[in-house]
């Protein structure tokens, strides 16, 4: 019986041993959360409120001792990034080094440029004719003018090239009818392989998709021994 109850003993007290581990790792977890949080809001002072930082890997003070985080996840509703303005921001990075100047292993990022920016950047780029205007039409980027009174729309396909976007012409549609651009008395070569580049892009991180919404532009960027 004697042997039985200190067997107990050890138990409880390993137990309350391994609580106390979990509830200190807990809070280690919680600050190096709440420091990456602020990092970022220093990084970005556009952005007030709503940054989030998720620290992943099953306990953190290893991580801390080894000086590399497994993987760390930073979302936020809204930020400006050298003058573009970004929506729905969400950063997945691994190994990301906490001392010495390392680089990260692998970053994954996607954020919603809206669609104003977007027609505005590529009007910029584009040599449309008079009285064409680049709108959002129908779910897709659309050059809309009348010819002789008939409303034409030149679909505008985007293309991720690792540092830049291309802007292409998809197709046309004259009064509800696929047309050959051959058809159309309008100069739309300006609507023809114009190349976006994307030199903001930190030398490690590539453009991997774009896809037009509702919404705006979802771009999605990656990369690998990013330095910081």
Same mark, same amino acid.
């Given at each position: ?18 609580? *106390?581990?979990?509830? #200190? ?22 952005? %007030? ?10 306990? *953190? ?10 993987? =760390? !996840? ?5 930020? $400006? ?7 729905? $921001? ?12 390392? #680089?990260?292993?692998? $970053?994954?990022? !996607?954020? !919603? ?12 780029? @584009? ?7 680049? %709108? ?7 050059? @809309? ?8 729309? *030149? ?10 976007? =291309? ?5 046309? @549609? ?35 998709? @774009? ?18």
């Amino acid at each position: 019986m004697r042997r039985l109850r200190s067997a107990l003993a050890v138990l409880v007290a390993l137990g309350l041993l391994a609580g *106390a581990a979990w509830l #200190a790792d807990g809070w280690v977890r919680s600050e190096v959360e709440s420091r990456i949080e602020t990092a970022v809001l220093a990084e970005l002072p556009e952005i %007030e409120s709503g940054v989030e930082a998720r620290l992943g890997g099953t306990f *953190a003070i290893p991580q801390l001792v080894a000086g590399r985080l497994d993987d =760390v !996840t930073v979302t936020a509703p809204e930020a $400006v990034v050298d003058g573009v303005a970004l929506a729905d $921001v969400r950063i997945e990075a691994t190994g990301v080094p906490i001392r010495g100047e390392r #680089a990260i292993a692998s $970053v994954h990022a !996607t954020g !919603t440029v809206p669609i104003e920016t977007v027609l505005a950047a590529v009007e910029r780029r @584009v040599r449309l004719p008079d009285g064409v205007t680049l %709108e959002l039409h129908e779910g897709e980027i659309a050059a @809309v003018a009348n010819v002789l009174g008939v409303p034409l729309e *030149a679909y505008v396909a985007l293309a991720a090239e690792p540092r830049a976007i =291309v802007v292409d012409l998809d197709r046309l @549609v004259l009064g509800g009818a696929t047309v050959d651009p051959d058809d159309v008395p309008l100069d739309l070569d300006g609507l023809l392989s114009t190349v976006v580049d994307l030199e903001v892009l930190p030398p490690a991180v590539e453009l991997t998709s @774009v896809e037009v919404t509702p919404a705006g532009v979802v771009v999605e960027l990656a990369g690998n021994d990013v330095e910081l």
